[in-house]
């Protein structure tokens, strides 16, 4: 896709009318029509979840075994959401390896999240049991899966993305001296 197709649908060639994104940047490249979708999910999740704390801090179990497994399907949807805008996303020549990033998140996003509500239902099973050593066991595992997958997310998106776009700065900068000396 040329940049021209983006802005002007006229110059877009018939084998590629059917783009996803052309079709639709009018809905979701629109800022105001994404931050207006953003912000009211952001205020429903919100909502939910400050209904939800009077109930976790008298009733702690209910929290295990209600309101996360009712918040799951929320997160899980925008999981998914990201995921398939990053499947619809075409190929192009990206120097600054931001389709890379996002290709790596989405796929730990698809692959590591289903784990961590089903740590929560295998842990509130055993808290309702009362076998308490291996409630605090999963907990731990939890956790320490959770910043695992953080650490993970956070790795690619500063450290990896900088040390590739660092090279693509020193190749840019050698190949601006060679022309300048070929030049002078």
Request: with cysteine; charged share 15%.
């Amino acid at each position: 896709l040329n940049w021209q197709q983006i802005i002007n649908p006229n110059f877009v060639e018939k084998e590629t009318r059917n783009n996803w994104f052309i079709k639709h940047k009018h809905k979701y490249g629109n800022s105001k029509y994404m931050t207006r979708l953003f912000g009211i999910l952001h205020f429903i999740f919100f909502a939910i979840f400050s209904a939800s704390v009077p109930f976790r801090v008298d009733y702690p179990e209910l929290t295990e075994k209600v309101i996360i497994p009712c918040m799951m399907p929320i997160f899980a949807w925008m999981v998914v959401f990201y995921f398939i805008i990053r499947c619809k996303t075409p190929q192009f020549n990206d120097i600054y390896h931001i389709h890379w990033e996002s290709n790596l998140v989405s796929k730990i996003l698809l692959i590591g999240y289903p784990i961590t509500p089903i740590l929560g239902m295998v842990k509130a099973s055993f808290k309702s049991k009362g076998d308490l050593e291996i409630y605090s066991l999963l907990d731990y595992i939890q956790t320490t899966y959770g910043l695992i997958w953080y650490f993970m997310i956070h790795y690619i998106c500063t450290k990896m993305v900088i040390a590739k776009n660092s090279r693509v700065e020193c190749e840019q900068n050698m190949a601006n001296f060679v022309n300048e000396s070929q030049s002078g």
